[in-house]
Protein backbone atom coordinates (compact mmCIF):
# COMPACT_ATOMS: atom_id res chain seq x y z
CA UNK A 1 0.00 0.00 0.00
CA UNK A 2 1.54 3.19 -1.04
CA UNK A 3 0.83 6.58 0.91
CA UNK A 4 -2.53 7.94 0.92
CA UNK A 5 -3.52 11.71 1.07
CA UNK A 6 -7.41 12.80 2.37
CA UNK A 7 -9.55 14.67 3.84
CA UNK A 8 -11.77 13.09 6.26
CA UNK A 9 -12.83 13.29 9.74
CA UNK A 10 -11.37 11.80 12.74
CA UNK A 11 -13.57 9.19 12.91
CA UNK A 12 -12.43 8.02 9.28
CA UNK A 13 -8.68 8.37 10.58
CA UNK A 14 -9.31 5.78 13.75
CA UNK A 15 -10.86 2.83 10.85
CA UNK A 16 -8.07 3.78 8.87
CA UNK A 17 -5.27 3.48 11.53
CA UNK A 18 -7.70 0.20 12.97
CA UNK A 19 -6.86 -1.33 9.07
CA UNK A 20 -3.21 -0.53 8.84
CA UNK A 21 -2.99 -1.95 12.28
CA UNK A 22 -4.44 -5.14 10.83
CA UNK A 23 -7.71 -4.85 12.51
CA UNK A 24 -9.68 -7.13 10.40
CA UNK A 25 -12.88 -7.92 12.85
CA UNK A 26 -15.54 -5.20 14.10
CA UNK A 27 -19.09 -5.58 15.79
CA UNK A 28 -20.98 -2.73 17.18
CA UNK A 29 -23.68 -0.69 17.07
CA UNK A 30 -24.55 3.08 16.39
CA UNK A 31 -23.92 5.54 18.66
CA UNK A 32 -23.45 9.52 18.00
CA UNK A 33 -20.41 10.92 17.93
CA UNK A 34 -18.72 7.64 16.59
CA UNK A 35 -21.09 5.97 14.06
CA UNK A 36 -18.65 6.87 11.26
CA UNK A 37 -16.27 4.57 12.98
CA UNK A 38 -18.95 1.70 12.03
CA UNK A 39 -19.85 2.98 9.03
CA UNK A 40 -16.03 3.59 7.54
CA UNK A 41 -15.09 -0.07 8.97
CA UNK A 42 -18.44 -1.41 7.49
CA UNK A 43 -16.96 -0.84 3.70
CA UNK A 44 -13.03 -1.27 4.33
CA UNK A 45 -13.56 -4.56 6.36
CA UNK A 46 -14.67 -6.65 3.68
CA UNK A 47 -11.78 -5.77 0.94
CA UNK A 48 -9.53 -5.77 3.45
CA UNK A 49 -10.05 -9.61 4.25
CA UNK A 50 -11.95 -8.68 7.32
CA UNK A 51 -15.34 -8.80 9.06
CA UNK A 52 -17.63 -5.98 10.24
CA UNK A 53 -21.01 -7.34 12.29
CA UNK A 54 -23.42 -4.87 13.31
CA UNK A 55 -24.67 -6.37 16.77
CA UNK A 56 -27.70 -6.14 18.61
CA UNK A 57 -26.31 -3.82 21.17
CA UNK A 58 -23.01 -2.95 22.97
CA UNK A 59 -22.77 -5.19 25.51
CA UNK A 60 -22.99 -8.17 22.84
CA UNK A 61 -20.82 -6.20 20.47
CA UNK A 62 -17.97 -6.12 22.97
CA UNK A 63 -18.13 -10.13 23.61
CA UNK A 64 -18.31 -10.85 19.99
CA UNK A 65 -15.20 -8.39 20.24
CA UNK A 66 -13.61 -10.96 23.01
CA UNK A 67 -14.34 -14.27 20.73
CA UNK A 68 -13.25 -12.67 17.69
CA UNK A 69 -10.03 -11.84 19.18
CA UNK A 70 -9.41 -15.36 20.83
CA UNK A 71 -10.17 -16.68 17.73
CA UNK A 72 -7.05 -15.08 16.33
CA UNK A 73 -8.10 -11.57 14.70
CA UNK A 74 -7.07 -8.44 15.67
CA UNK A 75 -10.27 -6.65 16.78
CA UNK A 76 -12.15 -3.57 18.09
CA UNK A 77 -15.27 -2.01 18.51
CA UNK A 78 -16.47 1.89 18.68
CA UNK A 79 -19.12 3.51 21.08
CA UNK A 80 -20.31 6.90 23.03
CA UNK A 81 -20.51 7.32 26.64
CA UNK A 82 -23.56 5.92 27.36
CA UNK A 83 -22.67 2.36 25.38
CA UNK A 84 -19.32 2.46 26.99
CA UNK A 85 -21.22 2.24 30.39
CA UNK A 86 -22.78 -1.00 28.71
CA UNK A 87 -19.87 -2.65 27.86
CA UNK A 88 -18.02 -2.56 31.30
CA UNK A 89 -19.04 -5.92 32.13
CA UNK A 90 -17.28 -7.62 29.20
CA UNK A 91 -14.29 -5.10 29.15
CA UNK A 92 -13.71 -6.26 32.55
CA UNK A 93 -13.83 -10.38 31.21
CA UNK A 94 -11.42 -8.79 28.59
CA UNK A 95 -9.28 -7.48 31.50
CA UNK A 96 -9.29 -11.07 33.31
CA UNK A 97 -9.25 -13.26 30.74
CA UNK A 98 -6.31 -11.15 28.80
CA UNK A 99 -7.56 -10.39 25.35
CA UNK A 100 -6.47 -7.60 23.29
CA UNK A 101 -8.61 -5.53 21.42
CA UNK A 102 -9.23 -1.40 21.04
CA UNK A 103 -12.33 -0.06 22.20
CA UNK A 104 -13.26 3.97 20.94
CA UNK A 105 -15.13 5.71 23.18
CA UNK A 106 -16.05 9.40 21.24
CA UNK A 107 -16.87 10.98 24.32
CA UNK A 108 -20.40 13.19 24.46
CA UNK A 109 -21.79 15.17 27.68
CA UNK A 110 -23.26 12.98 30.10
CA UNK A 111 -24.29 11.51 32.81
CA UNK A 112 -27.11 9.22 30.94
CA UNK A 113 -28.06 10.18 27.12
CA UNK A 114 -27.03 13.80 28.26
CA UNK A 115 -25.88 16.16 25.20
CA UNK A 116 -26.08 13.15 22.62
CA UNK A 117 -24.10 15.83 19.71
CA UNK A 118 -22.05 18.00 22.29
CA UNK A 119 -18.28 17.55 23.21
CA UNK A 120 -17.60 16.51 26.13
CA UNK A 121 -14.34 14.79 28.01
CA UNK A 122 -16.29 13.46 31.17
CA UNK A 123 -15.42 9.68 30.56
CA UNK A 124 -11.42 9.95 31.98
CA UNK A 125 -12.94 7.64 35.30
CA UNK A 126 -14.81 6.09 33.98
CA UNK A 127 -12.23 4.53 31.52
CA UNK A 128 -10.17 3.64 34.62
CA UNK A 129 -12.88 2.50 37.06
CA UNK A 130 -16.07 1.29 35.06
CA UNK A 131 -15.18 -2.33 35.76
CA UNK A 132 -15.48 -3.50 39.00
CA UNK A 133 -12.60 -5.30 41.11
CA UNK A 134 -9.01 -4.48 41.19
CA UNK A 135 -7.51 -3.82 37.69
CA UNK A 136 -5.62 -1.56 35.33
CA UNK A 137 -6.26 -0.54 31.78
CA UNK A 138 -4.55 1.68 28.94
CA UNK A 139 -6.34 4.72 27.63
CA UNK A 140 -4.71 7.05 25.07
CA UNK A 141 -6.34 10.07 23.55
CA UNK A 142 -5.21 12.72 20.17
CA UNK A 143 -5.97 15.81 19.34
CA UNK A 144 -5.60 15.72 15.63
CA UNK A 145 -6.72 13.46 12.82
CA UNK A 146 -3.28 12.77 11.96
CA UNK A 147 -2.78 12.06 15.67
CA UNK A 148 -6.33 9.99 15.97
CA UNK A 149 -4.65 7.80 12.98
CA UNK A 150 -1.32 7.32 15.05
CA UNK A 151 -2.51 6.42 18.06
CA UNK A 152 -4.92 3.53 16.89
CA UNK A 153 -1.98 1.87 15.49
CA UNK A 154 -0.36 2.29 19.02
CA UNK A 155 -3.67 1.18 20.79
CA UNK A 156 -3.49 -1.92 18.71
CA UNK A 157 0.13 -2.74 19.21
CA UNK A 158 -0.17 -1.74 22.87
CA UNK A 159 -3.38 -4.27 22.56
CA UNK A 160 -1.20 -7.00 21.37
CA UNK A 161 1.96 -6.60 23.32
CA UNK A 162 0.49 -6.81 26.93
CA UNK A 163 -2.32 -8.54 26.01
CA UNK A 164 -5.28 -6.19 27.18
CA UNK A 165 -8.26 -4.10 26.42
CA UNK A 166 -7.04 -0.21 25.19
CA UNK A 167 -9.33 2.12 25.11
CA UNK A 168 -9.48 5.18 22.85
CA UNK A 169 -11.13 8.31 23.94
CA UNK A 170 -11.63 10.35 21.83
CA UNK A 171 -14.29 13.59 22.14
CA UNK A 172 -17.11 14.66 20.00
CA UNK A 173 -14.65 17.63 18.04
CA UNK A 174 -12.05 15.11 17.63
CA UNK A 175 -14.20 12.23 16.06
CA UNK A 176 -15.96 15.07 13.74
CA UNK A 177 -13.74 17.24 12.77
CA UNK A 178 -12.13 17.11 9.30
CA UNK A 179 -8.50 17.50 8.16
CA UNK A 180 -5.65 16.39 6.09
CA UNK A 181 -4.77 12.93 6.83
CA UNK A 182 -1.56 11.13 5.53
CA UNK A 183 -1.76 7.68 5.94
CA UNK A 184 1.85 6.14 5.62
CA UNK A 185 2.68 3.79 3.28
CA UNK A 186 2.83 0.28 4.50
CA UNK A 187 5.50 -0.42 7.14
CA UNK A 188 6.12 2.89 7.97
CA UNK A 189 4.72 2.68 11.03
CA UNK A 190 5.38 0.02 13.08
CA UNK A 191 3.06 -2.84 13.56
CA UNK A 192 3.11 -5.46 16.31
CA UNK A 193 2.03 -8.44 15.25
CA UNK A 194 0.30 -11.57 17.36
CA UNK A 195 2.76 -13.14 19.72
CA UNK A 196 1.84 -17.31 19.28
CA UNK A 197 2.88 -19.83 21.17
CA UNK A 198 5.47 -22.58 19.65
CA UNK A 199 4.08 -25.43 21.44
CA UNK A 200 3.52 -27.86 18.98
CA UNK A 201 0.01 -29.50 18.66
CA UNK A 202 -0.71 -32.37 20.67
CA UNK A 203 1.97 -30.92 23.73
CA UNK A 204 0.25 -29.31 26.83
CA UNK A 205 -0.52 -25.28 26.33
CA UNK A 206 -0.36 -23.23 29.11
CA UNK A 207 -2.21 -19.77 28.29
CA UNK A 208 -1.55 -17.99 31.04
CA UNK A 209 2.13 -18.52 31.37
CA UNK A 210 4.41 -15.63 30.49
CA UNK A 211 7.69 -15.77 29.06
CA UNK A 212 10.65 -13.87 30.77
CA UNK A 213 9.69 -11.08 29.02
CA UNK A 214 6.51 -10.85 30.36
CA UNK A 215 4.89 -11.19 27.31
CA UNK A 216 1.93 -14.30 27.06
CA UNK A 217 1.94 -16.47 23.47
CA UNK A 218 -1.57 -17.38 22.21
CA UNK A 219 -2.73 -19.82 20.75
CA UNK A 220 -6.08 -19.17 18.38
CA UNK A 221 -8.94 -20.59 20.03
CA UNK A 222 -10.97 -23.57 18.41
CA UNK A 223 -7.36 -24.31 16.74
CA UNK A 224 -4.02 -26.01 17.78
CA UNK A 225 -5.10 -26.43 21.39
CA UNK A 226 -7.43 -27.13 23.94
CA UNK A 227 -7.58 -24.64 27.16
CA UNK A 228 -10.05 -23.07 28.83
CA UNK A 229 -11.37 -19.42 29.02
CA UNK A 230 -12.86 -18.01 32.14
CA UNK A 231 -13.64 -14.45 33.40
CA UNK A 232 -13.23 -16.59 37.34
CA UNK A 233 -9.61 -16.50 38.51
CA UNK A 234 -7.61 -19.07 36.91
CA UNK A 235 -4.21 -20.99 37.21
CA UNK A 236 -1.96 -21.20 34.40
CA UNK A 237 -4.15 -23.52 32.47
CA UNK A 238 -6.94 -21.37 32.23
CA UNK A 239 -9.19 -23.43 35.08
CA UNK A 240 -10.76 -21.41 37.90
CA UNK A 241 -8.84 -21.65 41.20
CA UNK A 242 -9.29 -19.74 44.96
CA UNK A 243 -6.15 -20.62 45.72
CA UNK A 244 -4.99 -17.51 47.69
CA UNK A 245 -1.72 -17.32 46.12
CA UNK A 246 -2.63 -18.04 43.06
CA UNK A 247 -5.50 -15.52 43.09
CA UNK A 248 -3.11 -12.32 44.31
CA UNK A 249 -0.65 -13.39 42.10
CA UNK A 250 -3.10 -12.65 38.89
CA UNK A 251 -3.95 -9.69 40.44
CA UNK A 252 -1.01 -8.36 41.24
CA UNK A 253 0.13 -9.25 37.28
CA UNK A 254 -2.80 -7.63 35.39
CA UNK A 255 -2.37 -4.75 37.42
CA UNK A 256 1.52 -4.69 37.37
CA UNK A 257 2.34 -5.11 33.93
CA UNK A 258 0.53 -2.22 33.20
CA UNK A 259 1.21 0.04 36.14
CA UNK A 260 4.48 -0.64 36.12
CA UNK A 261 5.56 0.32 32.55
CA UNK A 262 3.76 3.76 32.77
CA UNK A 263 6.65 5.41 31.72
CA UNK A 264 7.18 3.05 28.44
CA UNK A 265 3.31 3.47 28.08
CA UNK A 266 3.22 7.51 28.26
CA UNK A 267 2.74 9.43 25.07
CA UNK A 268 2.75 13.15 24.76
CA UNK A 269 3.78 16.07 22.74
CA UNK A 270 5.17 19.46 24.41
CA UNK A 271 4.95 23.03 23.09
CA UNK A 272 7.23 26.07 24.84
CA UNK A 273 8.41 24.06 27.79
CA UNK A 274 12.00 24.84 28.08
CA UNK A 275 10.78 28.10 30.24
CA UNK A 276 7.69 28.26 30.66
CA UNK A 277 6.77 29.99 33.80
CA UNK A 278 3.17 29.04 33.21
CA UNK A 279 1.96 25.16 32.01
CA UNK A 280 -0.92 24.02 30.76
CA UNK A 281 -2.12 20.52 30.74
CA UNK A 282 -4.42 19.65 28.64
CA UNK A 283 -5.41 16.70 25.87
CA UNK A 284 -7.93 15.72 23.04
CA UNK A 285 -9.43 18.74 21.18
CA UNK A 286 -8.72 21.01 24.33
CA UNK A 287 -4.98 20.63 23.19
CA UNK A 288 -5.74 22.64 20.41
CA UNK A 289 -7.43 25.53 22.21
CA UNK A 290 -4.35 25.61 24.31
CA UNK A 291 -1.87 25.53 21.96
CA UNK A 292 -3.54 28.60 19.79
CA UNK A 293 -3.75 30.60 23.24
CA UNK A 294 -0.17 29.32 24.14
CA UNK A 295 1.01 30.59 20.62
CA UNK A 296 -0.23 33.86 20.94
CA UNK A 297 0.93 34.40 24.83
CA UNK A 298 4.35 33.81 23.63
CA UNK A 299 4.04 36.61 21.23
CA UNK A 300 3.49 38.88 23.34
CA UNK A 301 6.55 37.95 26.01
CA UNK A 302 4.31 35.66 28.33
CA UNK A 303 6.19 32.05 29.51
CA UNK A 304 3.35 29.82 28.52
CA UNK A 305 4.26 26.14 27.46
CA UNK A 306 1.85 23.33 26.90
CA UNK A 307 1.92 19.66 27.94
CA UNK A 308 -0.43 17.41 25.68
CA UNK A 309 -1.24 14.44 27.19
CA UNK A 310 -1.59 11.45 24.83
CA UNK A 311 -1.51 8.82 27.62
CA UNK A 312 -4.28 9.08 29.99
CA UNK A 313 -3.96 5.70 31.87
CA UNK A 314 -2.01 4.81 33.24
CA UNK A 315 -1.42 8.30 34.41
CA UNK A 316 1.79 9.31 33.41
CA UNK A 317 3.09 10.89 37.25
CA UNK A 318 7.04 11.03 36.22
CA UNK A 319 5.98 12.83 32.89
CA UNK A 320 3.80 15.21 34.46
CA UNK A 321 5.97 15.56 38.10
CA UNK A 322 9.06 16.31 35.55
CA UNK A 323 7.84 18.54 32.67
CA UNK A 324 5.92 20.64 35.47
CA UNK A 325 8.76 20.99 38.15
CA UNK A 326 10.06 24.12 37.25
CA UNK A 327 6.79 26.03 36.90
CA UNK A 328 5.51 28.83 38.64
CA UNK A 329 1.61 27.33 38.27
CA UNK A 330 0.26 24.73 36.32
CA UNK A 331 -3.12 25.04 34.61
CA UNK A 332 -5.40 22.12 33.23
CA UNK A 333 -7.91 22.73 30.39
CA UNK A 334 -10.58 20.01 30.35
CA UNK A 335 -13.92 20.07 29.44
CA UNK A 336 -15.36 18.25 32.78
CA UNK A 337 -15.55 18.91 36.11
CA UNK A 338 -11.63 18.42 36.82
CA UNK A 339 -11.07 14.70 36.50
CA UNK A 340 -7.43 15.46 35.06
CA UNK A 341 -6.82 18.15 37.30
CA UNK A 342 -7.55 16.12 40.57
CA UNK A 343 -4.33 13.25 38.92
CA UNK A 344 -2.38 16.67 38.80
CA UNK A 345 -2.89 17.81 41.74
CA UNK A 346 -1.98 13.99 43.41
CA UNK A 347 1.77 13.52 41.35
CA UNK A 348 2.81 17.21 41.72
CA UNK A 349 4.81 18.98 44.85
CA UNK A 350 2.87 21.51 44.75
CA UNK A 351 -0.77 21.06 44.40
CA UNK A 352 -1.98 24.38 45.31
CA UNK A 353 -0.33 25.86 42.27
CA UNK A 354 -2.51 23.39 40.27
CA UNK A 355 -5.55 25.76 39.30
CA UNK A 356 -8.69 24.22 36.41
CA UNK A 357 -10.46 25.77 33.32
CA UNK A 358 -13.06 23.81 32.13
CA UNK A 359 -16.27 23.41 30.57
CA UNK A 360 -18.94 21.35 31.59
CA UNK A 361 -22.11 22.32 29.20
CA UNK A 362 -21.25 20.90 26.10
CA UNK A 363 -19.51 23.77 24.44
CA UNK A 364 -15.60 23.57 22.99
CA UNK A 365 -13.56 25.18 25.24
CA UNK A 366 -12.25 28.52 24.34
CA UNK A 367 -8.81 30.74 24.35
CA UNK A 368 -11.31 33.04 26.43
CA UNK A 369 -11.96 30.22 28.72
CA UNK A 370 -7.95 30.14 29.23
CA UNK A 371 -7.73 33.28 29.73
CA UNK A 372 -10.12 33.98 32.43
CA UNK A 373 -8.97 31.24 34.46
CA UNK A 374 -5.03 32.89 33.83
CA UNK A 375 -6.46 36.25 35.53
CA UNK A 376 -8.16 34.56 38.19
CA UNK A 377 -4.95 32.73 39.07
CA UNK A 378 -2.66 36.11 38.71
CA UNK A 379 -5.36 37.72 41.31
CA UNK A 380 -4.71 35.15 43.54
CA UNK A 381 -1.08 36.67 43.58
CA UNK A 382 0.78 33.76 42.04
Not at 68 to 82: D, E, H, W
Not at 190 to 209: C, S
Not at 220 to 229: A, C, I, M, P, S
Not at 331 to 360: C, H, T, W, Y
Request: hydrophobic share 40%; with cysteine.
Amino acid sequence: MSEQTLFVQGNEACARGAIYAGCRFFAGYPITPSTEVAECLAELLPVNGGKFVQMEDELASMCAVCGASLAGRKSMTATSGPGFSLKQEALGYAVMAEIPCVVVNAMRGGPSTGLPTEVSQSDVMQARWGCHGDHSIIALTASSVQDVFAITVEAFNMAETYRTPVILLFDAEVAHMREKLVVPAEGVLKTVERLHTEVKEGVAYHPYLPREDGRLPMSDFGGKHRYNVTGLHHDIWGFPTQNPEMVAKLNHHLFDKIENRSAVLARWKEFELDDAETVIISYGASARTVKQYASDRRQRGEKIGMLELQTLWPFPKELVREKTKNARTVLVAEMNMGQVSNLVKGVVDRPERVFLANRIDGHYISPDDIAKAIRLIDGRGF
